[in-house]
T-cell receptor, first 111, second 115 residues
């Protein structure tokens, strides 16, 4: 079992819809959780970080963390074609000194 | 100016050649990382360094070496390049303290092709 798993997609949603991206992790001691967006051929850029159970909102983005169920999700409201990218989930697992990345979910927002 | 820079941005080389990729940062961060990315495989950690004297292997360090010349500079070397090292390479940095300690900031990447 991979430490951090994401559905690779592709996930397609129409413009204006809510896109829901999910990530599960295997280590219950994980401390820090991140969502990065990566456009094709470009570097990952941070969208959200979340450290505590519950929801964290930033503009059209909401990160949700449930440590008991070991998942973290990202909701994108009012999806735009410019949101089309690969979304990477990253987790600092247990006592690790570095992040572990999932393989990413490719999102396409259709005009 | 970019906070994290990588040189070169693109490089084509031949099997068996030695190659160095360089990373510099002006963010003042102590921690630096090297990743490679292959299509569909996400980011794989090659090496990481928490300060000049603290260098650690990541999950795929075989065939690579690193040098932390200063707090702001972290270089990745391929001693004898092979075709399956063809990939996109990213450098990243993070801060040692504060609420965003684990947040990593990425350079623009180096696309390496080994023929």
């Amino acid at each position: 079992q991979k430490e951090v798993e994401q559905n690779s997609g592709p996930l397609s949603v129409p413009e204006g819809a809510i896109a829901s991206l999910n990530c599960t992790y295997s280590d219950r001691g994980s401390q820090s959780f991140f969502w990065y967006r990566q456009y094709s051929g470009k570097s990952p850029e941070l969208i959200m970080s979340i450290y505590s159970n519950g929801d964290k909102e930033d503009g059209r983005f909401t990160a949700q963390l449930n440590k008991a169920s070991q998942y973290v999700s990202l909701l994108i409201r009012d999806s735009q074609p410019s949101d089309s990218a690969t979304y990477l989930c990253a987790v600092r697992t247990g006592s690790a000194r570095q992040l572990t990345f999932g393989s990413g979910t490719q999102l396409t927002v259709l005009p | 100016d970019a906070d994290v820079t990588q040189t070169p941005r693109n490089r084509i080389t031949k099997t068996g050649k030695r190659i160095m990729l360089e990373c510099s940062q002006t963010k003042g961060h102590d921690r630096m990382y090297w990743y490679r990315q292959d299509p569909g495989l996400g980011l794989q950690l090659i090496y990481y360094s928490f300060d000049v004297k603290d260098i650690n292997k990541g999950e795929i360090s075989d065939g690579y070496s690193v040098s932390r010349q200063a707090q702001a500079k972290f270089s990745l070397s391929l001693e004898s390049a092979i075709p399956n090292q063809t990939a996109l390479y990213f450098c990243a940095t993070s801060d040692r303290t504060g609420p965003g300690t684990d947040t990593q900031y990425f350079g623009p990447g180096t696309r390496l092709t080994v023929l």
